[in-house]
C-alpha cells in the first residue's frame, strides 16, 4: 500500500526546519505572526523579518520577504545532521537530473537549494546560527506562545510517487489516508514525532500549511480570540477541533497573504521500525474522523504555490466532504 | 430599553436548580449525561434517574423520567432562599391568576407547581436532600466533569414581556441582544453570577438548552472526544467556540432524545446593582461575536417543549445568520 | 460547635470588595501585583495606586498607599446591597459601641467607616465607579492573570467570637476547622462561594491574605515562574498545593512589603440554607489535609496589622505542623 | 567541560525504552502505577506485570516483577535503531571488556544484557512487540494519564567519566551542572528531546528515577490529588515545582518500594549539532533555579540499587542545599 521506505537513506534530513514566505505588507505579517501566533522576532530588516518558536534555539523558522504583490512560497527549508549530508544531497539530486545548487542564505551554514521531483522547492543546511530559547521568558509571551515549527503539509498530484521519493530519503508513514488500494496521503517523519512532512494528493506542488506547536488547549483558543480582539476573526478558518491522523488538537489559520497556518498540541513519539503506520479508510478525507464540521471547501483546495512553479491537476479531483455540502444536506433536512 | 426590575422582589428566588426531562430510554440516556457531561448518578428507578454535578451537595440537578414517547420538559426548578418564600410565592401568581400548586416531590421538601406567563412550567422548593460533593473524588471522575447545574436557556414568543416578568421577581441583566429598541433577548441572573436564566425571543415557550459548569477548556474537548468514542458523534451540535455575550468557551451537545445540554467554563461575577448590563447589537444574534462559525439553523430553531404546553410563534421569526446561509455565501465563492 | 447564624441580617454585606495597603515603594508594589498577580492599573497619582482584576467591573479592589515606611492594612472593603444598607450598619454599630463614622473616599459612594469586635477594621458602600471588565482582552494580560478578588482570612485571638459576630450579620460557614469542641477557624461567605471571609485563630486581629481567582492551575504556576525572572522568587512563600478546606489549587506570595496574596482556582457554589458546613479535624490546621508539604512557621505566624490597631495573643498560641518541625523529623530520619 | 561526544557511535542508541523493577506486593505496585500514573497494563501473570504509557506503541515500558524482598532494578531497557546494532554493540562491550550477554526476554526482539563502566545494568533489543496507543481513548484514562517513558536519571560515583562513556555512544548534552571546573550532572539525549539519561555524581550506580511525560501541569496534580486520595500523600516527595536544567514542570513520587517516578510535561527538541549545551551553576545543584523551595535529602541520597551491584561513594560526597537545612536556616530566622 505504502510506498517502500530506505531505513539507510543516501543523507541525513533530521527535521522540518523552516520556510520561507514572501508577504504584501512586511509589518502586517509580522504582527500577525506575533501577536497571533506568537513567534518572536530574532531580527528584522526594510526587507526581510526572521522570526522562530519561543522554544526554538534556531535564528529562524519563519522568514518573511516583501514582496512586490505575489504571496508564494520561496521555499521550505530542512535540515542534515552533518556538513557532509550537504554533498551527499547534491550528489543525490544531481544523480537524479533534479535541480541542486550552492545558495549563500544569512544566518545559515552551506545551503543547498534542490526541488523534489513534484517540483516542492527545498533548502537544505547543516547548521544555522543560534539564539537562546525563550520558552520559559514568560514576560515576553505573546500570542498562542507558538514553541516550534514541526512540520509541512504539501499536495502533491502524485502523492504515492512523491511518498515514495521522500521514502527513499528515509521518511517513514506513522498514519497514512487510503481509498480501497488508492493512498490520499501520509503523514512522514524523520525527527521521531508523528510527522514533518504530510503529503496529501491535489492540485501540486503547493504548499498547504506550516504547522506549529503550541503548549496546549488553552493557546488554541488563545490564538481564536487574539485574532477576534485584532479585528481578524475571518483567518480562523477552521477548529478549533481534533484531528482523526495524529489525533491533535488544532486551529487553521490563514496569514494576511492567505499562507496557512495550523497550531496544534502535540503528539505521540515515533521512532522504532516495527511499529506499523495506521491506516485510516477514504471516508476520512473528510478529515473529522472523530467529531466536528468537515473543513469549508478552501481549506481543501487552496494552497501557496511555489515561486515560480507551475500546477498541476491531480488524475482524479478530491471530492471530500466539505462545510459546504454538510451544510447543504442540513439544509434540505431543515 | 430593557424592563424595569425589581429589586426588593416578592420572594427571593436564589438560583436556577434543576431540571426534569422525559426521555425514550433511561439507561442511554443515564449513559449520555454520565460518561459524556461527567454527572453522577444520586438515585435510580426503573423509571426515573436522578443526576447531580460533582461539586452539588443537593440531590439532583437533572431528573430523567421514562417516558412513553414523548421528549418534553416536565419542569424546571428553582431554589427559594426560606420556606416561607414558597408561600409568598404562591400568592404572587395566585394573585397573577397564573397556575400554582402544591406538589410531592421526592427528595425534596415543600414544592411548588407555578407557571410563568408564557407558560414556562416551573418548580420551586427550598429544600433537598443532600449528598456529598464530590469535586475532589477524581478516582471517580469521567466526562466533561460537569461541576453544577448554572443556567436554563427559554426560547420566549415575546421576550421582553418574559424578562419583564422575571425583572418583578428580581431577576437582573448582565448582558443582552438587542436589535434597535427590539430586546432579543437577555441573560438573568440570581446568584451573582452572568445568568440563572437566558431569555431568546422566538416560538415559545420551549427550553432551548441547560448549562453545567465544566473545570475547563480541556474538558470542553473531553465531552467531544468521549461523544467520538462513544459513537454519537453526531451530538456534537456546535461549538467548541467562544460565547459573545459572556464570553465564555461552550460546547453544545443534543443528548439522545435531542434535548440540548451545553458544557462551558465558569464566567465572572455580577451582584453590584451599579453595573450597568452589557449590550450587544443585533448583529451578535448570529452569536459569533468573536470568531468562529454560526450556529446551525437547528441550534436557533429547535429546542424541547414543555409537557402538555402549546407552543406560539413570535411576531417576526428570528432570521439569523446560520451555519447554513453562511456554507451558501462560502460556496457562492467558490 | 459553630456559632449561630442569622439568615434574616441587620443589613446586607453582599461580598468581600477590597483592601487598602500602606506600601514602602508604590511602583515596586504596582509592578508586582501587575507584573506577577496581573491585576491592572484602574487610575495612579504619585500617592495611590488603584488595580482591579480582569474580570472586575468596579474601579478597585485593591488600593496601594505610598506610606512612611509602615506596612499596615488601612481598611478592608466590604460591599453592602442598597445604599440603606449604610444607614442600618451605622444604627448595627452604634448601638454596639462600636467605631461607625461617614467617610469620604474617592470612586466610592458613600462610605461608612467601622471596626469589628475584634478591631477589624473595615469599610462599607453600596457603589463605586465602574471601569470595564477586562477578561477577555488578552491582548493586555499579564502575570496570573488574577480575575477578582475574592476573600480576605483574618487571624483573630478569639475565632469563635469573631465568627459569631458575622454569623449575626448573616455570614454562613461553608467549612470549618476544629478540634474537639473548640473551633479553630471557618471560612465564611456571604457572596454564594465557599469564603469571603476566613476567620483564623491567632495573635489578632490582622490581615492573614487577601485572596484572587486564577482562571486555573497554569497561572498559579505563571505567578511562580514570573516571581522567579523578576528576581523575587523569595516571594513564593507557600506551594502550589491544594488546600484541604475548600479544596482549591493555591499559591501564597508575599508582596515587596510582606503582604500576603493568595492565588487560587476556583471553588463550589454554596447558597442553600440545609447544606451542612464541612467539619475538619485539628490535625488539618496543619493544612496539608490531602497531600504536600506543611507550611512554614510565618505562613501560620506573620501577618499584616491594621493601622493602629494593637494586637492581642491568644489564650493558647497555635501549635501547627509546619515545614520546620516537619523538616527536623525527616533529619532525625536521616 | 563536558566529555567529547561521538557524533558517528559505534551502533546507534535510539531512546530509553523500559526499565525492570523488583516489587514486594506485585498487585499494590501496580494500582500505583496505574491508578496515580496512570499507565496501563499490556500483560499480567502471578509473578510480572507489564505495562505501558498511553501513547506507547510498544508492548511495555515498565516491567514489575514480584520479588522476595528486594526493590532493586533489574535492568534499564534501550532501544537500538536495527537488529544489526545488537551485534555491533555485543562486539563494543566485549572489546571493551564489559559484561555483554545473549537473553531470552518475553515481548522484546534479540536482546542483548550489557553494563557500563559503572556497573549500570542495561538490555538492549531493536524490537519489541506492540500495542494500539491508547491515548485518544479517554474513557479508559486513569491517574495522570502517563503518556510514554522518556528518561532515566542514574547516580554515578563518577559522572564525569560515565558521561564520557554514553558520550561514545553518541549521547549529547542539552543542560548540565558545573561548579567550576567540576561536572556534577548532565542530561544526555538521544532521540532529539531534552534527554534520555540523566548522570548526575553520588553514590552509585543507582537508578534515581524513570520519567514519564504527562499530558499537562493538570495531571502533574491529579497524580498528587489521587495519592492522597488513594491513602498514599507520603508518596509525594517533591513538587510540583518548575525544573531549573530543562524547565519543565515536574512531581517526584515514590512507588510502595521506595522507586522514584518523575512526572513532568513536555520539554523542547533538540536534535541540531551547533547548539551548545546550557550550562548551569555549582548553586543549581539545590535543583531550585527559579522558585520554590529544595528537595529533601532522600530526594538527594537515596536510590534504587541495580540487582547485585555493589555501590560506590563518591570522592567527594555531594553537599546540595536540602529541604531540612532551608528549614533549619528558616527556623534560626524565626
Redesign the interface.
Known sequence: MLPPVN?RPPFNI??ASHVVLHVADLARSRDFYV?IAGLVVSEQTDSVCYLRGL?E??HHSLVLIQSNGEATCKRIGM?V??DEDLDLACQFFQARNLPAEWAEVPHQ?RTLHVSDPAGTKIELC???E?RP?L?????IFTGAQA??LDHFQLLATDAFALCGFYGELGFRSSEYLASGDKLLGSFMYR??TVLDLAIIGGQGPRLHHVAYLVP???QI??A???????GM?DC?ERG?G?HGPG?V?FIYLRDPDGHRIELFT?H??T??????PVRWEAASLST??????PA???WY?EATNFEGVPVVDPAVRPNPET??S???K??AQ?
Chains 1, 2, 3, 4 share one sequence.
Not at 481564536?224 to 485584532?230: F, W
Not at 521512532?271 to 506499523?276: T, V, Y
Open positions: 531505513l533530521t527535521r501577536n522554544a534555539a534556531c535540515r545532521f552533518f551554514g547543516a547548521r544555522m543560534t530559547r520558552h520559559l521568558k514568560r514576560e514553541q516550534s525527527k521521531g496546549g488547549v488553552e483558543f488563545a481564536c480570540d487574539l485574532a477576534g480582539n485584532y476573526a480562523v478549533p481534533r489525533g488538537l502535540d505521540y513519539r521512532i522504532d521500525i516495527e511499529i506499523e473529522r474522523a472523530h467529531w466536528g464540521l469549508p471547501a478552501r483546495f462545510l459546504e454538510y451544510a447543504q442540513l439544509s431543515n
